[in-house]
């Protein structure tokens, strides 16, 4: 029997889906998380052939016992796999502890990590980088400020998503940046007048896309973070074909095999000091899924299963990833705390032959993507832009 560690199985939520796929393709699934089993959904109990609870993700040690513990009781592993940003780096030490030789391992962890050695990659597949620096110093700082001028964009070279990233204006920012933090952890961009387009692929053992498609993220998420705005992006009813050319190359230039990926990058709006208006740009690669429900997305935009593509791939190399109907499918994210012209209900009376789902958003995910979600799908870009006017519209 094959074995398959799955790390962290019920969160996001809709990640049993990939359980579930990955046990009817013969799979033994083998979950290690910190939710009580009696806190798992049915579905989840239902496409898990055991659990191990430990009392904390973050300890190493009670994790690597329990991988230990599957490998006593069933054997090999094949795969050890979470589809999640946050424990890339744990998952590829826990594959180099134990020999797991699928799946990217410790040693290239910077690359696929760190935002600074990313943009070599982006180079060796032919994108074009942003300029950057990394702020160990303000006459660093200094310097790299006037070759690019303001603003510039600083966050963490080894974070998550858009966590502590902000844009600085002033000399008197920059200044406040260097005496309020430990800068040598952060790397500093040109700022860069775009929208995100990305390129989600599943890509087989030869390093192949199996499956692709992509969103666009109009509203920058660093502004969505910091200011607490409403969250909108949707999965394209027809990824075009710049974009498909730089992810493809990307995958390669990264050595890409077997995984789910979500690379991002900046269509420019404007005619800049990187590009003319239009082009395809970098901005950074995620060696997993896009976050949250954005699978569940995919599949109400090309008709089809990507839990089930995925599985595919990881279980015998190939998948059937035709797609059926095309759609653009929305996502809008609102506050709790914000007043709406129009009410939840509104909404659903208007929208019921495209709502998908209306459901709260994770507490753990909301700081991106909002309090309360609305999936919905269409036939063409103007609904789409309709769709946004009435949900995220303001008192």
């Not at 998380?33 to 904390?56: Q, R």
């Not at 509203?219 to 498909?244: C, T």
């Not at 495209?354 to 269409?378: C, E, H, Q, R, W």
Request: charged fraction near 30%; charge should be negative.
């Amino acid at each position: 029997m094959r074995n398959f560690v799955f790390i962290s199985p019920n969160f996001p939520e809709n990640y049993w889906r990939f359980c579930k796929e990955l046990k009817n393709d013969g799979f033994n699934v083998l979950g290690i998380g910190d939710c009580p089993y009696d806190g798992l959904s049915d579905a989840l109990k239902g496409s898990l052939n055991e659990y191990y609870k430990v009392s904390s993700l973050e300890n190493f040690e009670e994790v690597y016992r329990a991988v230990a513990f599957f490998i006593f009781k069933y054997g090999k592993i094949e795969y050890l796999e979470s589809n999640n940003e946050y424990w890339l780096e744990r998952d590829a030490k826990l594959r180099g502890e134990f020999n797991i030789q699928t799946g990217f391992q410790p040693v290239d962890m910077a690359k696929v990590k760190s935002k600074s050695a990313m943009k070599e990659y982006y180079k060796k597949a032919g994108v074009k980088v942003a300029m950057y620096c990394l702020p160990t110093d303000i006459n660093v700082s200094r310097k790299f400020v006037k070759q690019a001028g303001y603003p510039v964009i600083v966050k963490p070279d080894r974070g998550v998503g858009a966590e502590d990233t902000f844009k600085i204006s002033s000399d008197e920012e920059l200044e406040k940046f260097h005496s309020e933090r430990d800068t040598s952890v952060y790397i500093m961009e040109e700022f860069i007048d775009a929208e995100v387009n990305s390129y989600d692929a599943i890509i087989d053992s030869h390093g192949s896309p199996v499956f692709e498609t992509g969103n666009v993220s109009p509203v920058s998420i660093m502004d969505i973070v910091n200011n607490r705005d409403d969250s909108v992006y949707y999965i394209v009813d027809k990824l075009s074909e710049d974009v498909r050319d730089a992810g493809r190359r990307t995958v390669k230039a990264f050595g890409v095999k077997s995984r789910f990926v979500h690379f991002e990058f900046f269509r420019l709006l404007s005619d800049q000091r990187i590009g003319k208006k239009g082009e395809v740009v970098a901005l950074e690669v995620n060696m997993r899924p896009c976050g949250g429900f954005t699978p569940d997305m995919m599949n109400f935009a090309n008709s089809c299963d990507v839990y089930k593509i995925w599985a595919d791939v990881m279980a015998f190399d190939k998948a059937d990833a035709r797609t059926g109907e095309r759609f653009y499918c929305a996502f809008a994210g609102r506050r709790a705390d914000k007043s709406y012209k129009y009410s939840e209900q509104e909404i659903r009376d208007v929208y019921k032959d495209n709502l998908k789902t209306v459901a709260p958003v994770p507490k753990a995910l909301s700081g991106a993507m909002g309090d309360i979600m609305y999936l919905a799908d269409f036939k063409t870009k103007k609904e789409l832009d309709a769709f946004y006017k009435d949900v995220i519209r303001r008192v």
